[in-house]
């Protein structure tokens, strides 16, 4: 007995995951995923669906979505929108820290000037709310003695 679940081989239940109605070239990953990545099922353990066409990379590389193919989704499987490419590389071209640096104030809603920003650990640290978060440290260590 057969079920809509039911597939004759792994790979037409692979091409089943894909969004067949796309028109800018990508094959975009419908299913299951992990960090944005799709992720397939293949023998019982999880890999990543682009994995399964391009295969898994070699040590020290990884595949990335080439943005001059017109590619920066992390659903698209389609071979011709990956490249091989090391990390260091992989982290230049994507956008790791920037969304960092658009911030301009901090969670409370500090401004992160240059009177009011301090750098801990590379990442920016709102002077004000450091100043609060010492006092409320020094106010608890007060109860505590009493």
């Given at each position: ?13 692979f ?22 990545y ?17 295969g ?31 990390s260091g590389?992989n ?20 401004e ?15 002077i ?19």
């Open positions: 007995m057969t079920n809509q679940y039911s597939y004759p081989n792994v790979e037409a239940r091409w089943a995951k894909v969004d067949p109605c796309r028109t800018d070239g990508c094959k975009v990953w419908v299913a299951g995923e992990s960090g944005g799709g992720i397939f099922s293949l023998h019982g353990k999880p890999i990543r669906a682009h994995h399964f066409l391009v898994v990379p070699p040590v020290g590389l990884m595949w990335d979505h080439v943005k001059e193919r017109g590619c920066l989704n992390r659903n698209c499987i389609c071979p011709e929108h990956l490249e091989l490419v090391t590389e982290s230049r071209r994507g956008n790791v820290g920037k969304w960092q640096l658009a911030k301009t104030h901090c969670p409370q809603g500090h992160y000037s240059v009177e009011n920003t301090y750098l801990y650990r590379g990442k920016r640290n709102c004000i709310c450091g100043r609060r978060r010492a006092y409320l440290r020094y106010k608890v260590r007060q109860a505590s003695l009493v």
